[in-house]
């Protein structure tokens, strides 16, 4: 399998391409996804010498994060999947951190400016305040990504015209 | 298997051992056909296109010419397979016949993308004039219920949909990804989270294609929705409808332009809107102000609009002034004819743009005048600026009506003088909400 990893759910972006147990890893930190992720992928693309289409798998977190943020990899693993007709998996955020890491009791918090999005492995949501999930124990927000890997192994490709955003919150106007 | 084999310094002979031959003459950057012959024995079975398409495939940076005598009608139509185009005439050429003269050029396509404010649209472009394809996805019907354009919902949807309307468009034109020339998309201005989705997209296929990316402006393909299917006379003057801009352009040839004027408050879309909200209309308003207005009669008394000698306009007196009339209405207890008060304000809004860009037109002597923008597409506008054209003796173009709300055939027209300048964009183009032309 050899995969295109995308992760644009806040303000590192990070790109793996992962042949078989190779993983190549670029991150950058950017206030503007727009300006950084294609250029990126392009530089990665051609220090190995590789094109898009030998890929046969792409993996994109789809949020919680930034909407914007979320939007961009989405669009651009949408595009590349549809194109090349190549499947296309999605992970949410808190997901990807949580498999990542090997505790027990495991939660993943991702703070944005007025709250909390709190994962665990039986449910996601956001919230104002951490009070009611003091048992549990925070994992680090990092990814490791043959663990994601393994992961995805064991869940199925997603229709690309059918791929959405995980936004957890609920905004105004959809309340 | 072709051969060449040079003659002399300008002439070469590309042959195919027992069947043919062309010889072809090499002057500066001219390349010119001078002789096709294939043996009599092997006509029709596709030579002479397959030696051809070797000189063309291999001249790429040479303009291509040759004569045909206007009575070979296979030959003629051989060429035009080929892609050359009949760009003159020599009479009496070949005796009492006509030669034709042709030069060779490639159909130009170009997927476009426009994903500015609440339509997701992708459309194929031959040429910069030809509508092969196009697809509008309108989320109209979702944000009704908000009475306006929800800026987080419209990028939602984008995403969503964008997969969809390039897959429809493309099976719409029976084309490929690798047909395209070109990727191009509306960058700027616009709501920032919808302008992105498209960008992105038309960035990727960029990228996967190794083909070039345009940007484009949007309000410079408002006015290139005058190409499609319609050649520009310069010097023109170009007016603006629409529901987020109200401008005068000057336009001395297709690189050179000048703001004369704008708005100096809200658009006139954006003023129909509003107008339409006061009186409770459903969104988007202005097309329910229109269709009231044709039922009613100009009865209440409106405002002049900036009466000056500018080339600005102004739309939020007039705006007030209904506000105003509407609430004492209601104060004393009375309703307003809707009916009357739409047509009312649309006559006075349709004078204050006649009369601006009447102004422009004399002022500049220019004849010729293309209307533009989602405002466009309202008849009575349209009725009234083409009579005072016709007034003055100014031609007037408006694009049909479909290409004056937002879709990406206005941006793939608008793209194609960008692609055969090769003002090309880089993967690292970012949206833009507010840009100038």
């Given at each position: 399998?050899?995969?295109?990893?995308?992760?644009?759910?806040?303000?590192?972006?990070?790109?793996?391409?992962?042949?078989?147990?190779?993983?190549?890893?670029?991150?950058?930190?950017?206030?503007?996804?727009?300006?950084?992720?294609?250029?990126?992928?392009?530089?990665?693309?051609?220090?190995?010498?590789?094109?898009?289409?030998?890929?046969?798998?792409?993996?994109?977190?789809?949020?919680?994060?930034?909407?914007?943020?979320?939007?961009?990899?989405?669009?651009?693993?949408?595009?590349?999947?549809?194109?090349?007709?190549?499947?296309?998996?999605?992970?949410?955020s808190l997901k990807a951190y949580l498999v990542s890491s090997d505790i027990d009791n495991k939660m993943c918090v991702i703070e944005d400016s007025k709250g909390y999005y709190v994962g665990t492995n039986d449910f996601e949501i956001y919230t104002d305040s951490l009070e009611d999930y003091k048992n549990y124990n925070r994992v680090d927000n990092k990814l490791d990504i043959l663990k994601i890997m393994d992961y995805i192994d064991t869940i199925k490709p997603v229709n690309v015209h059918g791929v959405k955003a995980n936004y957890v919150k609920v905004i105004e106007a959809l309340k | 298997m072709i051969e060449e084999i040079k003659i002399n310094?300008?002439?070469?002979?590309?042959?195919?051992?027992?069947?043919?031959?062309?010889?072809?003459?090499?002057?500066?950057?001219?390349l010119d056909i001078t002789d096709v012959y294939i043996n009599e024995d092997k006509r029709r079975q596709g030579y002479a296109y397959k030696i051809l398409k070797y000189i063309i495939d291999n001249n790429s940076n040479y303009k291509i010419m040759l004569e045909v005598n206007e009575i070979n009608t296979p030959a003629i139509n051989l060429y035009k397979k080929l892609g050359f185009k009949k760009?003159?005439?020599?009479e009496k050429y070949y005796k009492d016949k006509t030669a034709l003269i042709m030069e060779y050029s490639k159909d130009i396509y170009i997927l476009a993308i426009e994903s500015s404010c609440d339509e997701t649209s992708v459309s194929i472009v031959k040429n910069g004039t030809e509508d092969i394809a196009t697809i509008i996805n309108s989320q109209i019907d979702i944000h009704k219920n908000y009475g306006g354009v929800v800026p987080e919902i419209a990028s939602r949807k984008h995403m969503e949909n964008i997969t969809i309307v390039l897959d429809e468009c493309l099976k719409k034109a029976n084309m490929k990804f690798e047909d395209m020339d070109a990727f191009a998309c509306t960058y700027a201005p616009g709501l920032t989270g919808s302008l992105l989705v498209g960008l992105e997209c038309a960035k990727t296929l960029s990228l996967i294609y190794n083909k070039p990316f345009i940007k484009v402006n949007h309000m410079?393909?408002?006015?290139?929705?005058?190409?499609?299917?319609?050649?520009?006379?310069?010097?023109?003057?170009?007016?603006?409808?629409?529901?987020?801009?109200?401008?005068?352009?000057?336009?001395?040839?297709?690189?050179?332009?000048?703001?004369?004027?704008?708005?100096l408050d809200d658009a006139i879309g954006e003023c129909y809107d509003k107008v339409a909200k006061i009186l409770g209309l459903e969104y988007p308003g202005g097309p329910n102000v229109e269709k009231l207005?044709?039922?009613?009669?100009?009865?209440?008394?409106?405002?002049?609009?900036?009466?000056?000698?500018?080339?600005?306009?102004?739309?939020?007196?007039?705006?007030?002034?209904?506000?105003?009339?509407?609430?004492?209405?209601?104060?004393?207890?009375?309703?307003?004819?809707?009916?009357?008060l739409c047509r009312s304000f649309q006559d006075a809004v349709t004078e204050h743009l006649v009369s601006k860009t009447k102004k422009a037109?004399?002022?500049?002597?220019?004849?010729?005048?293309?209307?533009?923008?989602?405002?466009?597409?309202?008849?009575?506008?349209?009725?009234?600026?083409?009579?005072m054209c016709n007034s003055i003796n100014v031609e007037m173009h408006v694009p049909d009506k479909k290409y004056c709300t937002d879709n990406a055939t206005m941006i793939g027209a608008a793209a194609y003088p960008l692609y055969l300048k090769g003002e090309f964009a880089t993967l690292d183009t970012n949206a833009k909400s507010n840009e100038n032309i």
């Open positions: 399998m050899n995969t295109l990893f995308i992760d644009t759910h806040d303000e590192l972006i990070t790109v793996s391409f992962i042949f078989k147990n190779n993983i190549f890893t670029k991150e950058v930190i950017s206030e503007s996804h727009s300006t950084h992720l294609l250029p990126l992928i392009n530089d990665m693309l051609n220090e190995k010498n590789i094109k898009l289409n030998d890929f046969n798998r792409i993996v994109v977190v789809n949020g919680p994060g930034s909407f914007t943020g979320i939007r961009i990899g989405l669009t651009v693993a949408k595009t590349i999947s549809y194109s090349l007709n190549i499947p296309i998996y999605t992970i949410s | 310094e300008f002439d070469t002979k590309y042959f195919i051992k027992d069947i043919g031959y062309v010889i072809i003459r090499k002057l500066y950057e001219h760009i003159s005439e020599r410079l393909g408002h006015i290139s929705a005058n190409k499609i299917n319609n050649t520009l006379k310069y010097p023109l003057i170009s007016l603006i409808v629409s529901g987020g801009h109200t401008d005068l352009i000057f336009m001395e040839d297709e690189n050179n332009s000048k703001y004369l004027g704008s708005t207005a044709l039922s009613g009669k100009d009865t209440y008394k409106m405002p002049i609009i900036l009466n000056d000698e500018s080339y600005n306009f102004s739309f939020s007196g007039i705006k007030s002034h209904v506000n105003n009339l509407v609430h004492n209405e209601h104060q004393r207890g009375n309703e307003v004819n809707k009916e009357d037109l004399l002022d500049y002597n220019v004849k010729y005048l293309l209307i533009a923008g989602g405002v466009a597409s309202n008849s009575h506008i349209r009725e009234e600026l083409q009579k």
